[in-house]
């Protein structure tokens, strides 16, 4: 299939990329750009939140995951086609070693313009200096209650202080901060109120997530959730009734709203409702180098192979954008293929989220 491509039609080669504004972006069948990658760089954590894992979670051997170069490899050559934002993610991407090196070098690559990551702020709090310094664009800190207790079921670690002394450092510095609570019936469902009020005194965004099916269990359904996206608004709304609409954030995943005179804003991530995927500009590399152009397949392509087998970035370069001219509609409808391979998903953890 030819790969459309938006104006102009010349994607150049990475080494030649502006990096600025503007130039070339791969657009997939349904004539959406490509120009976000989220990278698991690990599938390690130091919680072990109850909808992304089970306790006793078997993590990969280190053989299985990229290295700093093949990421760094993987890397340009999407670049090279158009993307430009990059969102580290994991697991916990702090358990990666050299990370803060792995962030610099990316940051060098010409084309990426952000990176941005997303972590369970475990242990962080004094690494925020180094965010700052290293530029990244914005900081994903998940969150799912702020009551300890609570806090310690849902991630069954004890790990609230330090997660919280991240969230006050963050909220200190200059880095666009936005905290991800996964919503969960009588778990966490009695904190969206509380959590959305901090938005009063703090301008930082807080999302309301709602569950999806990739808690490791292997199941080849998903169930219905009680805290959908609409139920979330509804319950939002019946406590802060002047809340308005403010648009979506710019991957279009999230739905913002505001509370007049509030500091900061409150989201709707709909991941199991998937209202957004018309918009959706990303692919995905799970931590075992595999490539998902939908969160709800179950793998396009295993590029670490491909490296370790000896492609070129030419041939990687090609691999890639079929699979972009291959991509589904939609969640739903990867879903649906999944399921009809009697595939089940894999945790959350392995993916990135
Ligand atoms: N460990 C980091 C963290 O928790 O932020 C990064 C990886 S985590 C897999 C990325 C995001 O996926 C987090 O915001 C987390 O809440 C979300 N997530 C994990 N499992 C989920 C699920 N079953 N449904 C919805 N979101 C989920
Ligand atoms: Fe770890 Fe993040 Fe999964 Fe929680 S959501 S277990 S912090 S990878």
Redesign the pocket.
């Known amino acids: 299939m030819q790969l459309p491509v938006l104006s102009p039609l010349s994607i150049s080669p990475p080494h030649q990329q502006s990096g600025g504004a503007g130039g070339s972006f791969a657009v997939d069948n349904y004539g959406r750009p490509i120009t976000y990658l989220r990278l698991a760089l690990t599938d390690k954590?130091?919680?072990?939140?109850t909808?992304?894992?089970p306790e006793n979670m078997r993590f990969l051997a280190q053989k299985h995951l990229l290295t700093d170069e093949e990421i760094l490899r993987i890397v340009s050559v999407c670049a090279s086609f158009g993307v430009r934002k990059i969102r580290l993610t994991?697991?916990?991407p702090f358990l990666r070693p050299n990370l803060l090196e792995l962030i610099r070098d990316i940051k060098h690559i010409s084309g990426i313009e952000e990176v941005h990551i997303t972590t369970?702020g475990v242990g962080i709090a004094d690494k925020v200096p180094d965010l700052v310094r290293l530029g990244v664009a914005s900081v994903n800190l998940?969150m799912d209650s702020f009551d300890k207790q609570r806090f310690h079921e849902l991630?069954r670690r004890n790990e609230f202080d330090s997660v919280h002394a991240t969230f006050h450092a963050l909220l200190e510095s200059q880095i666009l901060l936005s905290v991800n609570a996964v919503i969960m019936d009588g778990k966490n469902s009695q904190d969206i109120v509380p959590m959305a009020e901090l938005t009063r005194l703090h301008g930082f965004d807080m999302r309301f997530i709602e569950e999806m099916p990739f808690n490791g269990a292997k199941n080849h359904s998903s169930p219905a959730i009680a805290w959908n996206d609409a139920a979330i608004e509804a319950h939002l709304r019946s406590h802060f009734p002047n809340l308005e609409r403010a648009g979506r954030t710019e991957s279009a995943t999230a739905m913002l709203f505001h509370v007049p005179s509030y500091k900061g804003r409150i989201g709707i991530i709909a991941g199991f409702s998937r209202t957004f995927c018309g918009a959706c500009n990303r692919i995905r590399l799970t931590a075992k180098g595999i490539v998902k152009t939908c969160l709800y397949d179950n793998g396009v392509l295993d590029v670490k192979q491909l490296i370790r087998d000896g492609a070129s970035n030419d041939e990687l370069r090609e691999r890639l954008l079929d699979c972009i001219a291959h991509r589904h509609k939609d969640g739903i409808e990867a879903e649906e293929q999944s399921h009809a391979h009697g595939e089940f998903f894999d945790?959350?953890?392995a993916i990135g989220?």
Do not use: F
């Open positions: 954590c130091n919680l072990r939140c909808y992304c894992m994991g697991g916990e369970n998940s991630t945790s959350m953890s989220g």
